[in-house]
């Protein structure tokens, strides 16, 4: 575990690929959509990003490593309970987020009318100002599977920064 006395930084990725019958849910916002991600969990790829960055930047075990798909408990699973876990191992280990900056790549539907509601919902399950999230949603310009509507991904950095103590 690092000591924590200096920034640390942790990157995150998820894809999903997209199918009927699922919902969408990005950032704990269900998004209006005629596909969800097919996932073992609820599939929240930006949860998931964000999950493994955190937990990246403090060295610890991935996301599949912490709840595996294999296992019943974490089937359909909010995975509101991945960052909860992810935040309570990063303040055992000495540390706060000093920001997110997330990219959520995706054809369709248009993330610009959910944004707000995705950051706030993040910053509610991460414990901070909304003004230390910066979500952006990017297309892929109808290239490969997301550019065809058929998969949603998300890249994520986060910042850790030491616990003041006083």
Same mark, same amino acid.
């Given at each position: 575990?690092p000591?924590?006395?200096?920034?640390?930084?942790?990157?995150?990725?998820?894809?999903?690929?997209?199918?009927?019958?699922r919902?969408?849910i990005?950032?704990?916002i269900?998004?209006?959509?005629d @596909?969800g991600?097919? $996932?073992?969990?609820?599939?929240d790829? #930006?949860?998931? =990003? +964000?999950?493994?960055?955190?937990?990246?930047?403090?060295?610890?075990?991935?996301?599949?490593?912490l709840?595996p798909?294999?296992?019943?408990?974490?089937?359909?699973?909010?995975?509101?309970?991945?960052?909860?876990?992810a935040?309570? @191992?990063?303040?055992? $280990?000495?540390?706060?987020?000093g920001? #997110?900056?997330? =990219? +959520?790549i995706?054809?369709?539907?248009?993330?610009?009318p959910?944004?707000q509601?995705?950051?706030?919902r993040?910053?509610?399950l991460?414990?901070?100002?909304?003004?230390?999230?910066?979500?952006?949603?990017k297309?892929?310009?109808?290239?490969?599977?997301?550019?065809?509507?058929?998969?949603?991904?998300?890249?994520?950095v986060?910042?850790?920064?030491?616990?003041?103590?006083d």
């Open positions: 575990m000591v924590p006395n200096e920034p640390r930084i942790g990157y995150g990725f998820d894809l999903h690929r997209l199918e009927a019958g919902r969408l990005l950032a704990g269900e998004v209006p959509h @596909r991600c097919a $996932a073992h969990s609820d599939g790829v #930006v949860l998931h =990003a +964000v999950t493994d960055a955190i937990l990246g930047a403090i060295g610890q075990e991935d996301i599949g490593q709840f798909d294999d296992q019943a408990a974490w089937k359909d699973a909010d995975s509101a309970v991945f960052i909860h876990e935040v309570r @191992r990063m303040q055992q $280990a000495g540390y706060r987020l920001n #997110v900056d997330i =990219a +959520v995706l054809q369709r539907p248009k993330l610009s959910h944004k509601a995705m950051r706030q993040l910053a509610a991460l414990g901070i100002d909304a003004s230390r999230i910066n979500l952006k949603g297309t892929h310009e109808q290239v490969d599977a997301i550019g065809e509507g058929r998969a949603v991904a998300c890249h994520t986060a910042l850790l920064l030491p616990c003041q103590t």
